[in-house]
C-alpha cells in the first residue's frame, strides 16, 4: 500500500494541493498538483465557512480521482498572523542513577519546556528544540546516551488562536479530508527551499503570499525567529485597482503581465493600452506609475521585515542573504529591490533538487517555480512527523544484515 501524503496549502488567493510518495531514498515523488483561485479566506483565516469549504471541497474532489489515501494523510498550513513564537526552558533532573540520558528523560524535558502561560483560547503548533544542556554545557544537538545529572532544553514555542486553527480544520473535514499535522506555513517554506548550509550561515526566508508574508530566520542551523506579516502580493493589486480604478481581476493581470518592481528602470514613455487586458477597458497608464505602486507595497514589506531583523540585531548581517518565495516572488525585480532595501545578498527561492522527484510532466512546474515552496515544504514536514512506513521486505534485509554487524 503506498504512503501518500497530501500537502494542503489553503490561501487567501489560491488553494494549492501537491500529492506525494516518498521513495527508499528519501525523496518526495509528486504524483499530482491542484491549484484552485480560493474563496472565503483572508490573511490565513476564514471569514467566510461555506465559501472556504465549496472551493476546498473541489480541490479534494480532483485529489479523490488520483488517490483516496491522500485524503486521509493531509497535512495543513497555518499561517494567520495571530500566530506567535516564543522561546522557552525546561530543566529536569536525569532518571537514572547510571546518569545515562535516555528518551524518556528527553521527552520529559521538551514537555517541561511546553509548560508556558497560554490563554485557553491559544493551542501549541510547534516546539522547536534550539539547543540542550547538559550539566551547563551547552549547544548540544541531541543529548541521547550521554552522561549528566541535569538536561535542559531551550525550545521556541509556536502556538496559534485556536478558533482561527479549528475552522480552518473544519473547513477541510467538511470538504471530505483528514488532517493528519498542522505546519505553520513560514516553515513549511523554508524546508522546502533552504540548505543546510544556508541555515547554517544565516538567512532569512521571505515568502510574499496574497494576503500576508512569512518569515522564517535562521543561523547557526537554528530557528532564531518567525513571523506572519499582514501585508502581501495581493495588497498591490487593490492598490493598481484603486489607482487606475479598475476591477480587481483586471489589476491582477496588469500586475502580473507589466508590473515591475523598480520604477527607476522602467522607461517614462511607455504606456499600457488595458484594452488588450480586458476589452471592456479604456485607458492608457504608464509602465512606470504601474511600477511606482508595485514598488511602493514591496518596500513596505522590506521595512516590516527589516524592523524584525533590527529587533535581532541582524540587519543587513546576514551572511546566507535572503531567500524569496511565493507568489509574490513572481514579480520582476523583486529580488533587486529587496537586496537594495534590506541591504543583503538577495535570491529567488526554488525547491531543493534533491528533495523532490518529479512524477507525470504537469508536476514539472510545481519544482521550478517559488510560488510552490509552501505547498512542497508541507509534504517534507508530513514525511519528518510521519515516515514512510518500512515495508515487510526491507525490515527482512535489515534484519538479515543485522546477523551479520559484530
Known amino acids: 500500500m503506498a504512503h501518500e501524503i497530501l500537502g494542503l496549502d489553503i490561501g487567501s488567493g489560491t488553494i494549492k494541493a501537491v500529492i506525494a510518495e516518498f521513495n527508499n531514498d528519501g525523496r518526495a515523488v509528486l504524483k499530482a498538483g491542484i491549484t484552485r483561485p480560493s474563496k472565503g479566506i483572508r490573511k490565513g483565516s476564514v471569514v467566510d465557512m461555506e465559501s472556504a469549504a465549496g472551493q476546498i471541497n473541489l480541490v479534494l474532489q480532483s485529489v479523490k480521482d ?29 532518571a537514572r542513577a547510571t546518569s545515562e540520558i535516555y528518551k524518556d528523560d528527553i521527552a520529559r524535558v521538551i514537555q517541561a519546556s511546553e509548560a508556558v502561560n497560554l490563554p485557553s483560547n491559544r493551542m501549541i503548533l510547534h516546539t522547536i528544540k534550539k539547543e540542550f544542556i547538559v550539566d551547563g554545557i551547552g549547544d548540544i544537538e541531541d543529548p541521547l546516551g550521554m552522561v549528566g545529572a541535569r538536561l535542559e532544553v531551550v525550545s521556541m514555542i509556536i502556538d496559534a488562536f485556536q478558533p482561527t486553527v479549528k475552522n480552518l480544520m473544519k473547513c477541510v473535514e467538511i470538504a471530505g479530508g483528514s488532517i493528519a499535522g498542522l505546519i505553520f506555513s513560514p516553515l513549511a517554506s523554508a524546508q522546502a527551499v533552504l540548505t543546510k548550509n544556508q541555515k547554517e550561515l544565516g538567512t532569512v526566508l521571505i515568502d510574499i503570499g496574497y494576503g500576508t508574508t512569512g518569515l522564517a530566520l535562521y543561523e547557526e542551523g537554528k530557528l532564531l525567529h518567525t513571523k506572519i506579516l499582514p501585508v502581501g502580493a495581493g495588497h498591490i493589486t487593490n492598490d493598481l485597482a484603486i489607482a487606475l480604478k479598475i476591477p480587481v481581476e483586471v489589476a491582477e493581470k496588469l500586475k502580473i503581465s507589466y508590473g515591475y518592481a523598480m520604477a527607476k528602470d522602467v522607461p517614462g514613455k511607455e504606456s499600457v493600452d488595458l484594452k488588450k487586458i480586458d476589452v471592456s477597458m479604456k485607458g492608457n497608464p504608464s509602465r512606470k506609475f504601474i511600477s511606482e505602486v508595485v514598488e511602493s507595497r514591496l518596500s513596505e514589506i522590506c521595512e516590516l521585515v527589516n524592523n524584525e531583523l533590527k529587533s535581532l540585531g541582524k540587519q543587513g548581517r546576514l551572511p546566507g542573504g535572503a531567500v524569496i518565495v511565493g507568489g509574490g516572488a513572481k514579480l520582476p525585480g523583486v529580488a533587486e529591490l529587496f537586496k537594495s532595501e534590506l541591504r543583503l545578498a538577495t535570491n529567488i527561492g526554488l525547491p531543493i533538487p534533491s528533495a523532490f522527484e518529479s512524477g507525470p510532466s504537469s508536476t514539472m512546474e510545481f519544482l ?29 534485509i535489515v534484519k538479515f544484515i543485522k546477523n551479520f554487524l559484530p
Open 368 to 396: 521550478e517555480s517559488s510560488e510552490y515552496a509552501l505547498v512542497l515544504g508541507l509534504i517534507l514536514w508530513g514525511n519528518e512527523l510521519n515516515p514512510r512506513p518500512r515495508r515487510a521486505k526491507e525490515l527482512a
Open 66 to 94: 488520483i488517490s483516496k489515501g491522500a485524503l486521509k494523510n493531509i497535512y495543513l498550513n497555518v499561517g494567520g498572523v495571530d500566530v506567535k513564537s516564543q522561546s522557552s526552558r525546561g530543566i529536569v533532573a536525569v
